[in-house]
Nanobody, 127 residues
Framework: QVQLVESGGGLVQAGGSLRLSCAAS????????MGWFRQAPGKEREFVAA????????YYADFVKGRFTISRDNAKNTVYLQMNSLKPEDTAVYYC????????????????????WGQGTQVTVSS
């Protein structure tokens, strides 16, 4: 099991930037693919971005391509989500998650493909 703690959320004006961090603990963190999801009030949790354990593969939801960047530092057991050009519709609670499936043929994009979740961090973008 992997314990995950997100940080970096807050209130920002439209067009601004935030960098979310997700600190992981657990013996095999660096062997897992990691993802970011978000959930706005009254909506289902949706996929934002994912990164492979090797850092060689990334995948993004269409609505964040060109604006968000996912990265990870396995030496620091941390995954990041750099969010630029933020829009009011990006307002949500952002969660990081670990995919411990074996084997994994592709980066997961559904919540049920992830095994461990953080508590979330609120991102609010004002217009």
């Amino acid at each position: 099991q992997v314990q995950l703690v997100e940080s970096g959320g807050g209130l920002v004006q439209a067009g601004g930037s935030l960098r979310l961090s997700c600190a992981a603990s657990g013996r095999s963190y660096s062997a897992y693919d990691m993802g970011w999801f978000r959930q706005a009030p009254g909506k289902e949790r949706e996929f934002v971005a994912a990164i492979s354990w090797s850092v060689l593969r990334t995948y993004y939801a269409d609505f964040v391509k060109g604006r968000f960047t996912i990265s990870r530092d396995n030496a620091k057991n941390t995954v990041y989500l750099q969010m630029n050009s933020l829009k009011p519709e990006d307002t949500a609670v952002y969660y990081c998650a670990a995919d411990r499936r074996i084997p994994r043929n592709r980066l997961g994009t559904r919540p049920d493909e992830y095994d461990d979740w953080g508590q979330g961090t609120q991102v609010t973008v004002s217009s």
